[in-house]
């Protein structure tokens, strides 16, 4: 389930890249200093290259650290947009429902698969307006 995340944990979830910075230096063949904002004072300032992308100079591509929304403790809460689909996965014993959610600053190709269930506990506003319409592709997608 998403929720809160910390920059510096992997997972596919986690954001790709945030900046562009500027290199202050080059500590050797691998490594990079750059020039942080304020807001992320706490974290050290020199990355590995594998780390790194170059900025193309494309704005669709950059997120600001204002838009993410970065906490004191270098994290933050990813916020759902909209109900994109809806499925339901037969297991041994039960019925799973999951629904596909677009998060906020992503792309919709990044939209997650997510438990029905925690979604309209976490986010019940995200149903109240489509239910109808998310509830409709049940039909087309219940096995016989």
């Not at 890249?17 to 230096?25: D, E, M």
């Not at 500590?27 to 942080?36: D, H, P, S, T, V």
């Not at 650290?65 to 970065?70: P, S």
Request: positive net charge; contains cysteine; glycine residues 6%.
């Amino acid at each position: 389930m998403k929720g809160v995340m910390r920059f510096g944990k992997n997972g596919k979830l986690s954001p790709r890249y945030i900046g562009p910075y500027r290199i202050v230096k080059r500590i050797g063949n691998i490594a990079y200093k750059l020039e942080l904002p304020h807001e992320l004072s706490a974290m050290h300032p020199v990355f590995h290259i594998s780390m790194l992308k170059k900025c193309m100079g494309d704005p669709s591509l950059i997120v600001q650290t204002e838009n993410v929304g970065i906490k004191e403790n270098l994290s933050y809460e990813e916020i759902p947009v909209q109900i994109l689909d809806r499925q339901v996965r037969k297991l041994r014993t039960k019925e799973v429902a999951s629904v596909k959610v677009l998060w906020r600053n992503q792309f919709v190709e990044e939209a997650t698969w997510e438990a029905e269930e925690e979604m309209k506990m976490r986010y019940p506003h995200l149903f109240e307006s489509g239910e109808n319409a998310v509830e409709g592709n049940n039909s087309l997608l219940s096995t016989p």
